[in-house]
Nanobody, 120 residues
C-alpha cells in the first residue's frame, strides 16, 4: 500500500527552526505534485506550500520568506524548512502527494500528520 511518512515535528521556541520530511513508499511509479498543509485547532486545513516535479513552487503568503519547500525526486521525498517560527504556525502539518503506484494506480494521498508547536 502507498504510505506517506512524515517526520521532524516538535516543540520549538518562537524564532526557531524545524525541518519536516515526508517520504512516499509503496511501489511508486511517479510522483507529481507534493505539498504540505496544516490545520490548527478549530480552523480548516490550509495549504502551506506545494512543489511540482520540476521544482515549481507555491507558497502561502503568511509563510513566504520564512518557509521553503523542496523535494528529492530520487527518494520520493518532500521537505519543508521552517524558519523564524511564530506561535501562529502551531498546527498539525500534513504531507500530501499526487502519485501513481503499481499497487493502487493514480491517487491523492495524505500522511498521518506531525505536530508543530511554537511556544516559549
Amino acid at each position: 500500500q502507498v504510505q506517506l511518512v512524515e517526520s521532524g515535528g516538535g516543540l520549538v521556541q518562537p524564532g526557531g527552526s524545524l525541518r519536516l520530511s515526508c517520504a512516499a513508499s509503496g511501489r511508486i511509479v511517479s510522483v507529481n505534485v507534493m505539498g504540505w498543509y496544516r490545520q490548527a485547532p478549530g480552523k480548516p486545513r490550509e495549504l502551506v506550500a506545494s512543489i511540482g516535479r520540476s521544482g515549481d513552487t507555491t507558497i502561502e503568503e503568511t509563510v513566504k520568506g520564512r518557509f521553503t519547500i523542496s523535494r528529492d525526486n530520487a527518494k520520493n521525498t518532500v521537505y519543508l524548512q521552517m524558519n523564524s517560527l511564530i506561535p501562529e504556525d502551531t498546527a498539525v502539518y500534513y504531507c500530501n502527494a499526487d502519485l501513481s503506484s503499481v499497487i493502487t494506480g493514480y491517487g491523492h494521498y495524505w500522511g498521518q500528520g506531525t505536530q508543530v508547536t511554537v511556544s516559549s
